[in-house]
């Protein structure tokens, strides 16, 4: 039997955050998940590089099936997505989709604020390609955005030390950054799919009145819509409720972690670059 299941892509275990949110709100479809965990953190890698890798996942999808493929992963979003949308997707197969997290998340962020100011939690890559600031202005021109890097976070969470005391020290210094460079800030978005992860950590060092946000949900909701936009893709999409895993790490290390992000039992296989 031939299946089309919804491709979900992120560097490592960030983006089985946005997988639930997404099979709790569509549990109908089929879904394939790969973590490039052998190559994580995408955070810090230039521009080439994250192409590069984000590119050959996206190629490996497609020959699993996939007609559509979402990258859970805000950096490979900022610094892949486009070209591929238009550079490489024409030759890849036309009809077939790759749709990203910040757009969606850019679309609804400024609802979420009181005051107008908001801060932008994302790793270095995310940061400095400013894609959020160049999305929100599109649908938010007037909110004032405080932006911050936190290239410590994501291996944190890859690590297991999320709960830890290092997690600590790393959290609170980029909060307090952010409410140095903007006292206002009342809504802190969460720009990168490993951070819900922190939460602990985050509820810990925030200002009272501030709402944190995470994209699940966001991503969740919006894939929901553009479904119901386009018959024409979620017809070809299979429907048996099936969930796959791959991870280019190590197998024993992603089912156990996987199991704990996505909060039900992940049995991975094994996914090598050749
Ligand atoms: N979850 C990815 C993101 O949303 C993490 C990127 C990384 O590997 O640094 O940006």
Known sequence: MTT????VFDSGYGGL?????????LPEYDYLYLGDNARAPYGTRDYDTVYKYTLEAVKWFFNQGCELVILACNTASAKALR???QNDLPALGADKRVLGVIRPTAEVIGQF?????IG??????????????????KFFPHLIIIQEACPMWVPLVENLEQDGEGADYFVKKHLDHIYQ????????LLACTHYPLLLNKINRYIHEGTRVITQGNIVAESLAEYLKRHPEMAQKLSKNGKREFYT??????FDTRASLFYGENVAAFPLQWT
Do not use: F, M, W
């Not at 604020?113 to 100011?117: A, L, M």
């Not at 280019?248 to 290390?253: E, K, S, Y």
């Open 4 to 7: 089309a299941p919804i491709g």
């Open 248 to 253: 280019t790490g190590d197998v024993a290390h």
């Open 113 to 117: 604020t009181k005051t107008g100011h």
């Open 181 to 188: 460079s903007g006292p206002k800030t009342d809504c802190l």
């Open 120 to 137: 932008i939690l994302g790793t270095p890559g995310t940061i400095q390609s400013n894609s959020y600031q160049i999305e929100i202005r």
């Open 83 to 85: 070209t591929i949308q």
């Open 17 to 25: 955050t946005v997988l639930k949110e997404i099979t709790r709100t």
